[in-house]
């Protein structure tokens, strides 16, 4: 049994829903056209609409102002300054679009990208499996479920500077207890942030102690699908595993894509634990490209060169989300509203 086939028997088949003034509105002389004379292409707000409308901008012109000021404001003020030749020291040199080809033709910048592309690749998906299985334990009803979200939770209220500190512990190769506990199957002690071949691997694993917040959103998801739903599929002999695949994952599919995109967004911009950590090293294996920009805007002295970074990572996160927004248009389902 599908979750579209449970929504559809779910859902009242009467077709007499809606009030008395929905009804009147599509009967009325604008129904046709959209309008409210119906002759017109172009309706006029009433004065009370105007009124309305005012007091509702006046209520979010902080946030518009906000973003004009702390958004736009610097999104074009970094690419006018990527255009520049710039240390900050002295007054701005213009030099066209020599910092994107220099940007283009740089092979530390190259290491970068493939750095920040192998963490994304690996720490997304396996953030999202994590943060869903938490979830699910959460929402077990069970007596002490208040305790275990909030133990699952606490790791998340830890800061990403220091829960760095921490697994630099964890992972020192004379006392650290991972080494201890690989030792237990004869594995010898490895210094993994000093090895090219275990660095990245060690931020992955460290990334899924923050799977707390998403696991708190695919808890809402899950407590708004209908019970209904599981009690028809019980009915019908489904399975649980059935269930999990026929209901649960295609009714989650909006949350999946919005821990999606902010997974992404997050992967995109790693910094602190490769910064505290590693410094981007060893051999550059977790130098990842907000670390490769920061060193050229503050170690390196050049601003020019860091807004081109800047403007390039918005162009390819902007380009990545409208890609995962059109692809999401094949699995994402919203019929749990018809619930």
């Known amino acids: 049994m599908s979750a579209s086939n449970a929504v559809a028997a779910d859902t009242p088949r009467t077709g007499t829903s809606g009030s008395a003034a929905d009804l ?42 906000g973003v004009a000021v702390f958004v736009v404001y610097p999104l074009v003020y970094s690419f006018v300054i990527s255009l520049t030749q710039y240390s900050g020291m002295q007054s701005p040199t213009f030099i066209g679009f020599q910092n994107y080809i220099a940007a283009f033709v740089d092979p530390l910048l190259h290491t970068a990208v493939g750095n920040t592309v192998y963490y994304m690749l690996l720490a997304v998906p396996i953030g999202l499996v994590v943060a869903l299985l938490l979830a699910l334990a959460m929402n077990r009803n069970v007596r002490e479920v208040a305790l275990y979200r909030t133990l699952l939770y606490l790791p998340s209220l830890i800061p990403m500077f220091a829960l760095s500190f921490i697994f630099i512990v ?63 599929a019980r009915i019908d002999g ?20 919005f821990n999606l995109i902010t997974g992404v967004s997050g992967a995109m911009m790693v910094f602190t634990e490769a910064f505290i950590m590693t410094d981007g090293g060893p051999d550059n294996s977790t130098l990842f490209y907000m670390l490769y920009l920061w060193r050229n805007a503050f170690s390196y002295g ?5 807004s081109a970074l800047a403007v390039l990572l918005f162009l390819f996160g902007m380009l990545l989300a409208g890609l995962i927004y059109w692809l999401s248009r094949r699995f994402v389902n919203y019929d749990v509203s018809a619930g």
């Open 24 to 65: 009147t509105a599509r009967s009325g002389p604008g129904a046709r056209d959209g309008t409210t004379g119906g002759r017109s292409g172009k309706r006029k707000l009433t004065g009370r609409e105007k009124r309305n409308l005012r007091v509702g901008l006046l209520f979010i012109s902080p946030w518009i102002i």
């Open 170 to 232: 964890f992972v020192n190769p004379q006392y650290g207890i991972v080494n201890q506990f690989l030792g237990l199957f004869g594995m010898p002690a490895t210094n993994l942030l000093g090895d090219p071949r275990y660095a990245k691997i060690v931020m992955i694993v460290m990334a899924q102690l923050g799977a707390g917040n998403a696991a708190l959103i695919y808890l809402a998801g899950l407590r708004n699908i209908p019970e209904t739903l599981y009690e028809a």
């Open 238 to 257: 489904a399975s649980r595993f059935r269930q999990f695949f026929a209901i649960t994952v295609p009714l989650l599919t909006p949350t999946i894509l």
């Open 302 to 306: 050049q601003l020019g060169f860091a």
